[in-house]
């Protein structure tokens, strides 16, 4: 069961796919994280340009230590590398893991793309690797992640206050999110039918 956790197969959707994180990656994900140039936003620690190489090696090197596993998030119909996302906090022992250290070009938000890789993630956690929880967690002043955290059907477990040192000197408040097991049939079914209304794109 422990080495099924640090599988990252490739998972396809209709919208999109999550491909294994590869150095040769980086020059697409360098691209597209230029869109708006989100790195440059307070709540968020998104690679810049010129740091995807070494957040590539970091995810990596995670991969190996067994606490990460990395995809690149592309988009099905173009092809285009549009970000990336994450299991981290693996815990196999306790059948859990995290969701996140997630980004997306500023043209891939707000459309299937988001929803249909969370959907993708949430399925295989839960029905390949039989979770009994799945985590979620933000920036207290990141009220974009939450509302998309919130749409998805997670619920909010908590606030830790005082939980990271932020990288500019800042104390950054973690909002705790997650679906449990016996939610997960609602939350496959919430996200099944907010992807309905992409079919026709």
Known sequence: MTSAFLEAPVLRGD?????????????????????????????????????????????????????????TVRDARTGRAVGMTTYMNVRPDNRRLEIGSTWLALSAQRTAVNPEAKLLLLTRAFEDLDCVAVEFRTHWHN???????????????????????????????????????????????????RLRAYAGD
């Open 15 to 71: 919208h999109v796919v999550l491909e294994p994180l590869a150095p040769e990656h980086e020059a697409e994900l360098a691209e597209a994280v230029q869109e708006g140039e989100q790195w440059r936003l307070w709540v968020t620690r998104i690679p810049s340009p010129q740091e995807m190489a070494a957040e590539i090696r970091r995810r990596l090197t995670e991969h190996e230590a067994g606490t990460m596993v990395p995809w």
């Open 143 to 193: 009220r974009r992640s939450r509302c998309a955290i919130e749409a998805l059907g997670a619920k909010q477990d908590g606030v830790l206050r005082n939980q990271d040192l932020w990288r500019d000197g800042t104390v950054r408040d973690v909002v705790v999110y997650s679906v449990i097991d016996a939610e997960w049939p609602s939350v496959r079914l919430g996200l099944s039918e």
